[in-house]
């Protein structure tokens, strides 16, 4: 992968040294690689979700790789002897179903609450998008990426045949096993394969789940501030609470429950405090 990505031909393994971070969970950066060759630091993880965040979790992640390579060369921060170290390459190889270019960089500098003044600071994830029809050199000269592209595919294929996903994804693996696809892989690690893809589908339901549960909550709240707003117009010209409900069509019950708690808020009637001790 690392020589698909920087056009380079390393094959000797003792010029390669792991450094992925060990119980990096609080990230939920369970699919990630990092490694140390030809004084490059690198960093892939797959995302089958998209995160606008990235360009903060790699930063974070790389903190912790930065801090273990200090550590283990014993380098003095405080010296003034200036210290080397390894360049950053941060990938995100993206399998989703959200529609991305090929390529894409996304820059921490984005998430700044305020602009920079004085002086750049710059940090970047590089969005590299695997769905079938993208990348497709990338994925040509990568034969372990391309084929594990195929067996996300085919498990998307068989999860719109079949509702039980334990299904869908045994059936996929079989099919790529009988097509020669991560054959070996599947082979000897088809329980532990099944169990890491069941989980990373597990997460992207759960995540489904919250964001239409944020969605209808954001509904009812916009609905209630609407509601809010409009009794404390009609307090305002003195319209009794049997008024109100009638004007508004809803249930008296409702409307004196906030009209008793925005009261206490006149004259300026403000919709924010009344929307807060609503709760």
């Given at each position: 992968?690392?020589?698909?990505?920087n056009e380079?031909n390393?094959?000797n393994?003792?010029?390669l040294?792991i450094?992925?971070?060990?119980?990096?969970?609080?990230m939920?950066?369970k699919?990630?690689?990092?490694c140390?060759?030809a004084?490059?630091?690198?960093?892939?993880?797959?995302?089958s979700?998209?995160?606008p965040?990235?360009?903060l979790?790699?930063?974070?992640?790389?903190?912790?790789?930065?801090?273990?390579?200090?550590?283990?060369y014993h380098?003095?921060?405080y010296?003034d002897?200036?210290?080397?170290i390894?360049?950053?390459?941060?990938?995100?190889?993206?399998?989703?179903?959200r529609k991305v270019?090929?390529?894409?960089?996304l820059?921490?500098?984005?998430?700044?609450i305020a602009?920079?003044?004085?002086?750049?600071?710059?940090?970047?994830?590089?969005?590299?998008?695997?769905?079938?029809?993208y990348?497709?050199?990338?994925?040509?000269?990568?034969?372990?990426?391309?084929?594990?592209?195929?067996?996300?595919?085919?498990?998307?294929?068989?999860?719109?045949?079949?509702?039980?996903?334990n299904v869908?994804?045994?059936?996929?693996i079989e099919?790529?096993?009988?097509c020669?696809v991560?054959?070996?892989?599947l082979?000897?690690?088809?329980?532990e394969?099944?169990?890491t893809?069941?989980t990373?589908?597990?997460?992207?339901?759960?995540?489904?789940?919250?964001?239409?549960?944020a969605?209808?909550?954001?509904?009812v709240?916009?609905?209630?501030?609407?509601?809010v707003?409009?009794?404390c117009?009609?307090?305002?010209?003195?319209k009794?609470?049997?008024?109100?409900?009638d004007?508004?069509?809803?249930?008296?019950?409702?409307?004196?429950k906030?009209?008793?708690?925005?009261?206490?808020f006149?004259?300026?009637?403000?919709v924010?405090?009344i929307?807060?001790?609503l709760?």
């Amino acid at each position: 992968l690392y020589n698909a990505l920087n056009e380079t031909n390393y094959t000797n393994l003792d010029d390669l040294e792991i450094t992925t971070m060990e119980n990096a969970v609080y990230m939920s950066m369970k699919n990630d690689v990092s490694c140390i060759i030809a004084n490059n630091m690198a960093l892939f993880e797959q995302q089958s979700t998209w995160n606008p965040n990235m360009p903060l979790r790699g930063f974070m992640y790389f903190s912790d790789l930065f801090n273990k390579y200090v550590s283990k060369y014993h380098f003095r921060l405080y010296d003034d002897k200036f210290i080397k170290i390894p360049t950053p390459q941060y990938y995100v190889l993206y399998n989703g179903s959200r529609k991305v270019p090929d390529k894409q960089i996304l820059k921490l500098s984005d998430a700044f609450i305020a602009p920079p003044k004085d002086g750049i600071f710059e940090w970047t994830a590089t969005v590299l998008n695997i769905n079938p029809g993208y990348n497709e050199k990338l994925l040509s000269a990568c034969k372990p990426l391309k084929e594990y592209a195929i067996l996300i595919e085919t498990i998307k294929e068989y999860r719109q045949k079949y509702d039980d996903k334990n299904v869908a994804i045994e059936k996929a693996i079989e099919e790529c096993i009988n097509c020669n696809v991560l054959k070996d892989f599947l082979l000897e690690r088809k329980a532990e394969a099944m169990h890491t893809l069941l989980t990373e589908y597990d997460e992207e339901e759960a995540m489904e789940y919250f964001k239409q549960r944020a969605y209808e909550d954001g509904i009812v709240k916009g609905e209630l501030q609407l509601l809010v707003s409009n009794i404390c117009k009609k307090m305002i010209k003195n319209k009794s609470i049997e008024q109100i409900a009638d004007e508004l069509e809803e249930d008296v019950s409702k409307i004196r429950k906030i009209y008793d708690i925005a009261k206490e808020f006149a004259p300026d009637y403000n919709v924010e405090k009344i929307m807060a001790k609503l709760g």
